[in-house]
Antibody
Framework: EVQLVESGGGLVQPGRSLKLSCAASGFTFSNYYMAWVRQAPKKGLEWVATISISGSRTYYPDSVKGRFTISRDNAKSSLYLQMNSLKSEDTATYYC??????????WGQGVMVTVSS | DIQMTQSPSSMSVSLGDRVTITCRASQDIGNYLTWYQQKPEKSPKLMIYGATNLEDGVPSRFSGSRSGSDYSLTINSLESEDTGIYFCLQHKQYPLTFGSGTKLEIK
């Protein structure tokens, strides 16, 4: 069974940093592109980042480019999201998701990030 | 960026009704269109991929179709378990973009 379990969320002040983790199991992690997708409270979904199998290629929307960094450790079957210079508009539930070709087939349960002073 | 315009934003329908939700793409995305269902406090669930392909385990009353730049999710004979929010996703090019969602409720 595919499982994606996020951790590392919490309350953080504007301008500070936070790092999210996603532990994957039930599949060969090193065979898949992975991604982060977020959802602000009572809002829609927003794709945040994607990383290639080796980690050599990463993709971001303009809203987080230069502030967020996606990375992975295939030996640990883990995905990460380093979030710097956080803003109030980054407040959201962050989902780890597995890519099936270019869409997402499995999602984690999500982790909440609140950016507030 | 490709904009996905989803309609309606909400709908209240009766059990057994036929439901259609639509996403319109601002640029050509071919069949790079996926539909998700989200229940309250849960993560999204894959329903339809490649615009028309039913994901394994999804009931056959769900179907996807395309007419030009309009993509539709149809539920034949709505059941109570079908309530939730439905989102479309275009994955033709980065940035990947979602529709704004359709909240489906039982009347």
């Amino acid at each position: 069974e595919v499982q994606l379990v996020e951790s590392g969320g919490g309350l953080v002040q504007p301008g500070r940093s936070l790092k999210l983790s996603c532990a994957a199991s039930g599949f060969t992690f090193s065979n898949y592109y992975m991604a982060w997708v977020r959802q602000a409270p009572k809002k829609g979904l927003e794709w945040v980042a994607t990383i290639s199998i080796s980690g050599s290629r990463t993709y971001y929307p303009d809203s987080v480019k230069g502030r967020f960094t996606i990375s992975r450790d295939n030996a640990k079957s883990s995905l990460y999201l380093q979030m710097n210079s956080l803003k109030s508009e980054d407040t959201a539930t962050y989902y780890c998701a597995r890519h099936k070709t270019t869409f997402f087939d499995y999602w984690g349960q999500g982790v909440m990030v609140t950016v507030s002073s | 960026d490709i904009q996905m315009t989803q309609s309606p934003s909400s709908m209240s329908v009766s059990l057994g009704d036929r439901v259609t939700i639509t996403c319109r793409a601002s640029q050509d995305i071919g069949n790079y269109l996926t539909w998700y269902q989200q229940k309250p406090e849960k993560s999204p669930k894959l329903m339809i991929y490649g615009a028309t392909n039913l994901e394994d385990g999804v009931p056959s009353r769900f179907s996807g179709s395309r007419s030009g730049s309009d993509y539709s999710l149809t539920i034949n004979s709505l059941e109570s378990e079908d309530t939730g929010i439905y989102f479309c996703l275009q994955h033709k090019q980065y940035p990947l973009t979602f529709g704004s969602g359709t909240k489906l409720e039982i009347k």
